[in-house]
């Protein structure tokens, strides 16, 4: 298991493992107030859809400390303008809403008590967000291992691995378990562009375990599934709409049209936090834009011409029809999605 937390919170200060820097620096990143978690997750100090659920949570706990000697009325306004604040940070990953609404009803249902009472209530809350994640992730990984063959080669696409989430992973939390459990799988990262959560945070993560890998640019992924060399494709979801169409890091898309031409099983691994149950399809999901300097720019050295436009959304949709099952703690979700989704509410 990685020796790092992701997220920390100890003597009301957050602490989250600065993922702008790794692999090459591993440095934290404090967070004292509830502003610098929403930069944090706004800047992807801190990515991946569970992370940014239980970060935003442990947002919710500093607001509330900040603003619990106030008179109940104000305290409750602040607390609410937090929320909103926080809720804001980032557009795609429906984990961030989640944990904010999750926080709200529990504020609403307590608003009576003493503002400290409903601090504690919060700090409570936090602790079960990110204690569940670590279990969901553990059962993602237990589901998922029974779909991969012993002796499998496993292409992934983004981190989702301990850093994406609490702990574990989500889809690399399946390929830990394959390799725990014997199963000698091998894996293709793909690097990711443009932020390099493969080249950078996969890489990282495949290497401290020993899993035996190969990073690759994003576009050798299509020969090496055309050459029959993929026998299960991985990757984990910012977002699943009711019918299973499922938001991603941008690429992934891609990645499941390939696979349908040649066959080759697609996988979506995703904790039911991240099942948008009031989203009809990916259709009405908000795509992030993010800035054009990732696309122009590597490590702030520019690589583009100056004066060039660029389009950047940092994920895309992949539709249904071209996932074979989307592994969530519950048990793997096969068509007819709609109709099995529904039941997981
Ligand atoms: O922009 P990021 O780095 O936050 O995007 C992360 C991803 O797209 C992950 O694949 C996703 O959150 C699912 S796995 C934890």
Redesign the pocket.
Known sequence: MKNINTIEFKDNILYLIDQRVLPVKTEFFACKDYKEVEFAIRD?VV??????GATAAYGVVLAANEFKNEEKDVFLKKMEEALDFLNRSRPT?VNLMWAIKRMKELIEENKDLANSEIAQKILKEAETIYNEDIETNKAMARHGNEIVEKGATILT????GAL??VEY???LGVIREAHNTGKDIFVYADETRP?L?GGKLTAWELVQEGIPAKLIVDSVAATLIRDGKIDVIL????RVANNGDAA??IGTFMLSVIAKAYNVPFYIV?PTTTIDFEMESGKGIEIEERDGEEVTHINGNRIAPEGIEVYNP??DVTPHENITGIITEKGIIRAPFKENIAKLK
């Open positions: 992807m990515r991946g859809a569970p992370a940014i990953a696409h983004c981190n989702t994406a989430t992973g989500t889809a932020r959560q990757t984990g979801a910012d991603n890091k995703a940092a994920f």
